[in-house]
Structures are given as structure tokens and as C-alpha cells.
């Protein structure tokens, strides 16, 4: 999913649980595994395509799961802050970026959000804006079961869906190049990508259209249609329908050119034939 920054109490109109947005009732600090919870929470997010976690919203159940249906008032943003920022510096490798907004909620923000009567004049709540690191993975120092730190002994959160999970140690591998994180951050920047599977996003693809050694590249426009990240690919489609999946890895750049299309400079050739199907050619680099 795209995800922005929340800066503003309008954002939270109509928000839902995702892979970018965590619900969190509360940190309790005078719990021992707490510094874990919130250095895991801020990690899952860096390690996957960034996210906010709202802390002073409860999530509903059943036929509400997933949305905010109250809120819980922050009373000490401060000392939630400071042990939110100890937390991720003393377990979090490599550091993740993240910055904290206090959200004050007044009355007519609450009624939008809740789409009911609130029951109070106003809420605290604490956003905490997380950016996507492009260099790989965060890991987070385990703990005992009394909240003690051992030393070297890491765990490596992701958020999935709605849902925090570990990543195996055979799937580290698949998440530690720079290029293909870079590459998927920045797919995730288009916007609307979040709703491929409704309404695919026009691009403009720039290949090696001609024999490679001419060098020669021509725009042509293609439809983003899914963003595969365990296969890491992308997939366009012309505008007979006919598909092609591009990998990450051959995938130079995406930029927004000056008269608002999105570009994707690609390594290599997407041929479309006559058939139901396309194919992408690498460049001669890779032959």
C-alpha cells in the first residue's frame, strides 16, 4: 500500500488497519517486555514499506475489526517519546527513521472519525510516522523472559497485511539488497498503487526498444498492474492486455517527469507479441 506521513486528524477519517497503519490502545511502561513491543512495532514498519502507529486507538471486533471505534487519551506524550526513542536506539540495528506527532482530536474530529457521538471533548493521541529504510531488514534484540536484552541475539519483525510477523532465516536473503528495497519503495510512491487490483496506473516505460548497443530509448505508455514483492517484480501490461513481469532488479529508476507521468527506466526490452502474453528481455549486460 502507499503510505503518507499523518500529520492532521483528517487523515484518520475512514483509516482502517493495514500494512501501513497499527491501531496500538496503549504502550504500558511498567511492563518489562514493553521496550521490545515498541522497538518490534517501529522495526516491522521500517522493514517493510513504512507505516504509523497511532497510539490512543482501539480497533474494533467482528464487523468493525480493523477500524478505530474509541480512543484512549494520551496523558505524558513526553515520557511516552523518551521511552519510545531509548527503546529503538538501544535495540534497533541498523536505526530506523521515525518521528512522533502529537494529534489533539477535538469533538468534530472525533464524530468524523468515529462516526458517532464521542464521549469526551477531546483526545491525545501519539502518531508515529515511520519511513521505509531502503537498506534492508531491521533487526530488534531479543529479550528473556524478564525483559532482559541478549546481546547479539536478534529478531527481524515485518509488517505483513494487518499483521506483524518474524522473518525465517532463509528469508532474510530475499530482503537484503538495497537496489530491489529501493526499487519497491519507490513503485509504492506512485499513487493509487495500493488499489491495482481495481484500477491499474497508467506509466510510461522507457527500454532498450532497438539493438541494445544503439542505446536507443523510446517512452511508451503501459499499465502498472500488481506489485509482487516476495517474487519481486513488477507487472505491465499493454493496452491490449497483453503482461509482462519486469524484476526489481532490472529496474534502474522511477521518477515523475515535469508533465506528471510516472516513468520506469528498465535494463532491458519488454516485447508484447501477438499472443496472450509479454515478455522482458535483459539488457546485453546480463547476457
Given at each position: ?152 541475539a536478534y529478531r527481524f519483525p515485518l509488517r505483513r497485511g494487518e499483521k506483524t510477523e518474524y522473518l525465517r532465516p532463509e528469508e532474510l536473503a530475499l530482503h537484503l539488497s538495497p537496489h530491489e528495497r529501493r526499487i519497491a519503495i519507490l513503485l509504492r510512491q506512485i499513487p ?96
Amino acid at each position: 500500500m502507499t503510505w503518507t506521513p499523518i500529520l492532521s486528524p483528517a487523515q484518520l477519517v475512514g483509516i482502517h488497519e493495514s500494512s501501513v497503519f497499527d491501531a496500538k490502545q496503549t504502550y504500558d511502561l511498567t511492563l518489562a517486555e514493553t521496550p521490545f513491543e515498541m522497538a518490534k512495532d517501529v522495526a516491522a514498519m521500517a522493514s517493510a514499506m513504512g507505516g504509523t502507529v497511532l497510539v490512543g486507538a482501539i480497533e474494533g471486533r467482528d464487523a468493525t475489526k480493523g477500524r478505530i471505534v474509541a480512543f484512549k487519551d494520551v496523558t505524558d506524550s513526553g515520557k511516552l517519546i523518551a521511552a519510545l526513542s531509548q527503546a529503538v536506539a538501544r535495540r534497533c540495528r541498523p536505526l530506523p527513521v521515525f518521528n512522533p506527532i502529537e494529534l489533539r482530536i477535538d469533538r468534530t474530529a472525533q464524530r468524523a472519525i468515529l462516526a458517532r457521538e464521542p464521549a469526551s471533548e477531546s483526545v491525545n493521541l501519539l502518531a508515529i510516522n515511520i519511513w521505509p529504510l531502503p537498506s534492508g531488514p531491521v533487526g530488534v534484540e531479543a529479550s528473556d523472559a524478564r525483559g532482559q536484552i541478549l546481546e547479539f541475539a536478534y529478531r527481524f519483525p515485518l509488517r505483513r497485511g494487518e499483521k506483524t510477523e518474524y522473518l525465517r532465516p532463509e528469508e532474510l536473503a530475499l530482503h537484503l539488497s538495497p537496489h530491489e528495497r529501493r526499487i519497491a519503495i519507490l513503485l509504492r510512491q506512485i499513487p493509487n498503487t495500493d488499489r491495482l487490483a481495481e484500477a491499474p496506473v497508467e506509466v510510461r516505460l522507457f527500454d532498450l526498444r532497438v539493438h541494445p548497443a544503439a542505446q536507443h530509448f523510446q517512452g511508451r505508455k503501459v499499465k502498472l498492474v500488481a506489485i509482487d514483492d516476495h517474487f519481486q517484480h513488477a507487472v505491465l501490461d499493454d493496452v491490449a492486455n497483453r503482461r509482462a513481469n519486469v524484476p526489481f532488479t532490472f529496474i534502474k529508476t522511477i521518477w515523475q517527469s515535469s508533465d506528471g507521468d510516472w516513468c520506469l527506466h528498465v535494463d532491458g526490452t519488454v516485447h508484447y507479441s501477438e499472443s496472450a502474453s509479454g515478455n522482458f528481455h535483459p539488457g546485453p549486460g546480463y547476457a
